[in-house]
C-alpha cells in the first residue's frame, strides 16, 4: 500500500523533529509523510526542511501563507495525495496525542477497510490525563452524533484517521464544509452514507507530551450544532428536508413560547390568556423568520421577509391548530386508546402536515 501520512502544523517546533522520528520509525518502509505547515512562526517548516536531508522524498513540505486550520490543512494534503495517486492518507498531529505506534496495526486494516479510525471509545481504548469534564465532553459528544447520525461509530470527533483514496473520492473532499472538530463529523458521516467498509481500532490518547493545545472545548460545542448542518447538508431529497427543517423550527417555536408563558404567566403573574396570545404571536415571528431564512431558503433567496406574508403564515398556523384540534377531538371520540396523548400525536402531525404545505405552496411559493 503507497501509503501518505498527513501532518498539519503550526507552531511545533519543539515536537516535530521527535515526532518525524517517531512516525517513521513506526511506519512501512515504503510510507511518506506530508507535513503541511501555515507559516510557523517558531520556524517549524525551517526544522522539516532541514529533515528532508536525512529521509529525502519519503519527507514533502507544503508551505501555505498563513494560519488557515487543521480541517483546511488535511483536505489539501488529501488532495494532495489523491493527485499523487497515494493509495491512502492517514491523518495524524504533530503533538504526540497520536501515538506513531498504532501506525502498523492501522496499516494492516486499511488492506480490508476503507476508513480506519483511531478511536478512543471502543474497548481498550480511552484518554490519558484528563479532567473529568474533558472526557465527559468527549464522550457525549460522540454518544450525541451516534444518536443524531444513526451510526454504530463511536469516536466521531477524534482525528487519527486512515481514509482510503477510494473513500476520499466518494465523499468528495471538495464538498466537505465544515471545519475544526465538525471536520471530523462530516468526513465520517460522509463516508457511511457513500457505503465505505468502516473499523475501529483502539488507542490510547494521552494529553500533549510537548507544546500547547491549540483547540478548546467550544469547538464541541459548535460540532454538536453543526451535527444537524452535516445530517440536513446530506439528505438529498428536498422535501424531505424542507419537512425536517419545518419540524426542527417548530420544536424551536414550542420552546419560545413556552419559555415566554413561564417568564410572564407564572413568574410575573400576569394574565394567562393574555400572555398566551402574546407568545403565540412572537413564537410565529420567530418560526417565519427562521423559515425564510433557512426552511424554505431554495424559495425565499433573494427575498425580503413580508410583515403581509407574516399575516398569512400567521392564520395558516391558526388553521393547522383547528385540524389538530379536529383530529384530537374525533380520535377521541371515535376509538378507545390506551392514552390520550396518542390522539394528541396524531393531531399534531396532521396540523404540522398542513402547516408545512400552507408555507411550502403559499407563504414561502417560489416565484417564477
Excluded at 79 to 107: C, E, R, T, V
Excluded at 116 to 136: H, P, T
Excluded at 199 to 223: H, L, V
Excluded at 322 to 348: E, H, R, T, Y
Amino acid at each position: 500500500m503507497n501509503l501518505l501520512i498527513c501532518v498539519p502544523t503550526y507552531n511545533e517546533a519543539e515536537n516535530i523533529a521527535p515526532f518525524m522520528d517517531a512516525v517513521f520509525a513506526a511506519a512501512p518502509p515504503d510510507a511518506h509523510i506530508l507535513v503541511i505547515d501555515d507559516n510557523s512562526p517558531d520556524g517549524t517548516a525551517g526544522i522539516v526542511k532541514a529533515m528532508q536531508e536525512k529521509y529525502g522524498e519519503r519527507l514533502r513540505l507544503l508551505e501555505r501563507p498563513g494560519k488557515q486550520g487543521g480541517a483546511s490543512a488535511f483536505l489539501q494534503g488529501f488532495g494532495w495525495g489523491i493527485k499523487n495517486n497515494y493509495d491512502a492518507m492517514l491523518a495524524m498531529d504533530a503533538d504526540f496525542s497520536h501515538d506513531p505506534k498504532y501506525i502498523p496495526q492501522i496499516a494492516e486494516k486499511a488492506a480490508v477497510f476503507d476508513v480506519v479510525i483511531g478511536s478512543r471509545m471502543v474497548r481498550g481504548g480511552g484518554i490519558e490525563n484528563r479532567s473529568f469534564l474533558r472526557n465527559a465532553i468527549s464522550g457525549g459528544a460522540s454518544l450525541y452524533c451516534r444518536l443524531f447520525l444513526g451510526s454504530k461509530i463511536k469516536d466521531w470527533t477524534g482525528g487519527f484517521n486512515l481514509w482510503s483514496k477510494t473513500a476520499l473520492e466518494k465523499i468528495d473532499i471538495s464538498s466537505v464544509f465544515t471545519r475544526g472538530y465538525s471536520f471530523q463529523l462530516e468526513m465520517k458521516y460522509k463516508a457511511l452514507r457513500a457505503k465505505c467498509s468502516v473499523t475501529e481500532i483502539p488507542i490510547i490518547f494521552p494529553d500533549r507530551k510537548a507544546g500547547y493545545s491549540k483547540m478548546s472545548a467550544s469547538y464541541f460545542g459548535k460540532a454538536l450544532a453543526d451535527v444537524w448542518r452535516i445530517k440536513f447538508a446530506c439528505i438529498k431529497n428536498k422535501t424531505v428536508k424542507q419537512i425536517l427543517k419545518f419540524a426542527v423550527t417548530g420544536g424551536l417555536g414550542t420552546l419560545t413560547n413556552l419559555a415566554l408563558f413561564f417568564l410572564f404567566a407564572d413568574m410575573a403573574k400576569l394574565n394567562a390568556i393574555a400572555v398566551s396570545a402574546g407568545c403565540f404571536i412572537i413564537a410565529g415571528a420567530q418560526n417565519y423568520m427562521i423559515h425564510h431564512k433557512w426552511s424554505f431558503i431554495e424559495n425565499t433567496g433573494g427575498t425580503k421577509p413580508s410583515f403581509r406574508k407574516w399575516l398569512v403564515f400567521m392564520a395558516s398556523s391558526l388553521v393547522g391548530l383547528a385540524v389538530n384540534i379536529g383530529v384530537l377531538n374525533f380520535m377521541l371520540a371515535s376509538f378507545v386508546l390506551p392514552f390520550k396523548v396518542i390522539a394528541q400525536g396524531c393531531g399534531i402531525l396532521c396540523g404540522m402536515m398542513i402547516n408545512f404545505i400552507a408555507a411550502k405552496f403559499v407563504v414561502f411559493r417560489k416565484k417564477s
